[in-house]
């Protein structure tokens, strides 16, 4: 088995990279690229390494050995909006001190949805904006750009 800068990709997880569907493999990637890129900013424990410059995002999965995807591919838009959308809710939730089981409870959903948004697995709609941002007592920022930190809630003024 060949390491790649420390990481070493086991038989079953390019076997799993390798069965994914197109659209599943996008997902992986351009989380894998967030990680990548900007680990450090979300918190990860990276210790500064860009994984890109690394290798590790090259090597034993052909498919990340290719010329980059458009910008304007709508999936992957859809991807990183969700992703974004996802950080900023954990970042506000965090932020007062809410466990998830009390943002569920304040927003009138379940523990399972609130998560499925962290995780980036959950689309921004404008009402669940509006009603995220009422149990969040926020309001909702964007800026151009479908990246992390083009969405989050603000604490309303006092």
């Known amino acids: 088995m060949r390491e790649l800068c420390g990481f070493e990709i086991e038989p ?6 390798d069965d994914l569907s197109d659209s599943d493999f996008k997902r992986v990637d351009e989380v894998a690229g967030l990680l990548a ?4 900013e979300l918190g990860g424990g990276l210790g500064g390494i860009d994984l ?14 290719r010329p980059e995807a458009p910008a304007e591919d709508p999936e992957r838009i859809a991807i990183r909006e969700a992703l974004a959308f996802g950080k900023a809710l954990y970042d506000r939730r965090t932020a007062l001190g809410l466990s998830v089981a009390q943002l569920a409870e304040r927003a009138g959903m ?15 709609t404008v009402p669940l904006l509006r009603l995220l941002a009422a149990a969040l007592d926020a309001d909702v920022r964007l800026t151009p750009g479908h990246d992390v930190g083009s969405l989050w809630f603000e604490a309303h003024a006092a």
Request: glycine share 12%.
């Open 110 to 124: 379940t523990e399972d949805d609130v998560e499925c948004i962290e995780e980036g697995g959950t689309a921004p």
């Open 12 to 17: 079953e997880v390019r076997k799993w990279l």
């Open 52 to 65: 890109r410059e690394a290798g590790v995002m090259v090597g034993y999965h052909t498919r990340w050995v």
């Open 37 to 40: 890129e900007k680990g450090t």
